[in-house]
């Protein structure tokens, strides 16, 4: 699912394309190192929404465009205008916290495709994300403590999942950049590939997750979603409600059918 962007309306940001199965949002500043603006933050939880109206869909993608950067963050030239004041940064800090949960709690599966900067909001955006596949072309970062700023506190439990607190006081004491192997160590991506095995690998990705059962891979994902998040009670019980669900379907007894008969499974979602 290559995207050069080069076709992209640059007023349109994010971008949202459907092929098939597979939804695919594009951040759409490639002369800014697809650095969001106020109002591409905002745009970001509708553009989640209109795929998850979609019934179809089973899988999504998000990537920079231009293929040089997945997202240098915030858009800093808008800061002084925008972000002046402490109730004005509050503001700023919980339309980025929106979009970082829309994403996170987006039904079906999300893969960053990551190529070149992944700094301070876009890693923000990737940790939201369920998978993350990076280029070796691909740089990390949390700059705030080098712009005064605090990340959003909101946020730093997705940061907290999937690296130790040590590696996280790192990332944010430092402010450094660090290249994909470091961040597969750390744990903060699943894989590191090289440049023009990108786009296959994420292409396989999609095609392994479309072939599942849609309500299975659903129910993980918002059980997995709910467990780290230490979640009430009430949030378990309906993770388990979500289980008895997948049992009751057609698509447990096709999968059930086809594993015996030795085929491919053919799941309809319901």
């Known amino acids: 699912m290559p995207h050069d962007g080069n076709s992209a309306v640059k007023t349109d940001n994010p971008i949202l394309a459907i092929r098939g199965q597979v939804a695919e949002i ?8 697809n650095a969001l603006s106020l109002s591409a933050w905002e745009r970001i939880p509708g553009r989640l929404h209109e795929l998850t109206a979609n019934p179809e869909i089973r899988v999504c993608v998000i990537r920079g465009a231009g293929r040089r950067s997945f997202c240098a963050g915030a858009d800093i030239s808008e800061f002084k205008a925008i972000r002046s004041t402490p109730e004005a940064a509050m503001r700023y800090d919980a339309i980025n916290v929106a979009a970082f949960k829309a994403l996170k709690n987006v039904a079906v599966p999300v893969i960053a495709a990551i190529e070149g900067p992944c700094l301070g ?7 939201a994300c369920d998978l993350r596949i990076a280029s070796q072309t691909a740089l990390f970062g949390i700059p705030a403590a080098r712009l005064g700023l605090a990340y959003p506190p909101d946020a730093l439990s997705d940061l907290l999942e999937v690296v130790s607190p040590s590696d996280a006081k790192k990332i944010l004491f430092t402010g450094e950049r660090f290249s994909a192997e470091s961040a597969l160590q750390m744990g903060l991506i699943s894989e590191v590939l090289s440049p023009d095995a990108l786009d296959a690998r994420i292409e396989a990705l999609c095609n392994a997750i479309c072939a599942n059962a849609p309500l299975s891979v659903r129910a993980a994902k918002q059980a997995v979603n709910n467990l780290s998040d230490n979640a009430a009670q009430e949030k378990l019980e309906n993770d388990r409600l979500n289980a008895r669900n997948c049992i009751d379907s057609a698509d447990y007894n096709e999968g059930c059918r086809a594993f015996l008969e030795k085929r491919e499974p053919v799941f309809s979602g319901r």
């Open 26 to 33: 594009v951040l759409n500043a490639p002369d800014r190192k």
């Open 121 to 127: 909001g876009g890693l923000g955006l990737a940790l």
